[in-house]
């Protein structure tokens, strides 16, 4: 079973940075795809960056260059630093696995709690 857990939400101000980590529990991280959706009351959850087993990444556009996501192995999870925060940014962050890489309509786990990110202006 695959079972992620996000961290790293908390309140920031506009042009702020935060890290968000999803920690892998009983499987290697890197024997998946690995995505982080957001999603803010009232709409779709939406995909915002993905790392796939063997290292290549995709991103939104509205987030290029600002996020970065990177698989540790050693820790076995995937990590996104955000930089330049905008409220916009602004919602629950959640990660799971991708059967399929760049398909990101389908996952493999059930959906985590997530870790909400705000961001003031």
């Known amino acids: 079973q695959v079972r992620l857990v996000e961290s790293g939400g908390a309140l920031v101000q506009r042009g702020g940075s935060l890290t968000l980590s999803c920690a892998a529990s009983g499987f290697p991280i890197s024997n998946y795809h690995i995505a982080w959706y957001r999603q803010t009351p009232g709409t779709e959850r939406e995909p915002v960056a993905a790392?796939?087993?063997?290292?290549?990444?995709d991103y939104r556009d509205s987030v290029k260059g600002h996020f970065t996501i990177s698989m540790d192995k050693a820790k076995n999870m995937v990590i996104l630093q955000m930089n330049n925060l905008k409220p916009e940014d602004t919602a629950l962050y959640y990660c799971?696995?991708?059967?399929?890489?760049?398909?990101?309509?389908?996952?493999?786990?059930?959906w985590g709690q997530g870790t909400q990110v705000t961001v003031s202006s």
């Open positions: 790392i796939s087993s063997t290292g290549d990444t």
């Open positions: 799971n696995a991708l059967p399929f890489w760049r398909i990101y309509d389908r996952v493999v786990g059930s």
